[in-house]
């Protein structure tokens, strides 16, 4: 598995090494060894999936707050996302800060690491498409928050094309800092 540091301190994309021969491919997604040895949160407690029937999907920005904050491991399975993340820590030299990057099953050597403190999102750029979370902390209802897909604050670029978000993704406040 090979590291790259992104522009948010803490956030990882995640490129994973195959190895191929004539049965296919055979890749370590997760390796809690070196997870730590790059100063990852390596807990895994609860992992899901995401089905989107249509391209352009929205599903963020979510979050959970402390003591229930978690680390999130992103993958795409089929079709592909554009998937962003926020830096919402408090103190943070890139809080308020995002980035974005395309998983897509065609290329699934890629992997995005989400620390806590961080709001994520995605919008798929596919029908059909399928997204994998390996979560640090399990889901806490009273615990979740969220900042809107389209708060100033941010100025997020999405991709064009229609969108379907749900009421709740819709109706989150504007941002405010801590």
């Not at 029937?53 to 079709?79: D, F, I, N, S």
């Not at 890139?94 to 995605?122: K, N, Q």
């Amino acid at each position: 598995m090979i590291f790259n540091k992104t522009k948010l301190k803490g956030a990882y994309i995640i490129q994973l090494e195959p190895s191929e021969d004539e049965r296919g491919s055979f890749a370590r997604m997760f390796c809690r060894e070196e997870f730590e040895t790059h100063g990852l949160n390596s807990a895994v407690v609860q992992c899901n999936i995401s089905k989107n029937r249509r391209k352009g999907t929205l599903r963020g920005m979510h979050y959970q707050v402390v003591p229930h904050a978690e680390a999130k491991l992103v993958a795409c399975l089929a079709g592909s996302i554009y998937d962003v993340i926020i830096d919402l820590r408090p103190g943070s030299i890139t809080c308020c800060s995002w980035i974005a990057v395309e998983l897509s099953a065609r290329d699934p050597r890629s992997l995005l690491y989400i620390p806590e403190g961080f709001a994520h999102g995605f919008q798929t750029l596919e029908d059909d498409t399928e997204v994998f979370y390996q979560m640090s902390h399990a889901y806490v209802p009273e615990a979740a928050r969220g900042v809107r897909w389209d708060d100033p604050a941010f100025a997020i670029q999405w991709p064009d094309g229609p969108r379907t978000i749900s009421t709740r993704d819709l109706h989150y406040p504007d941002f405010r800092p801590a």
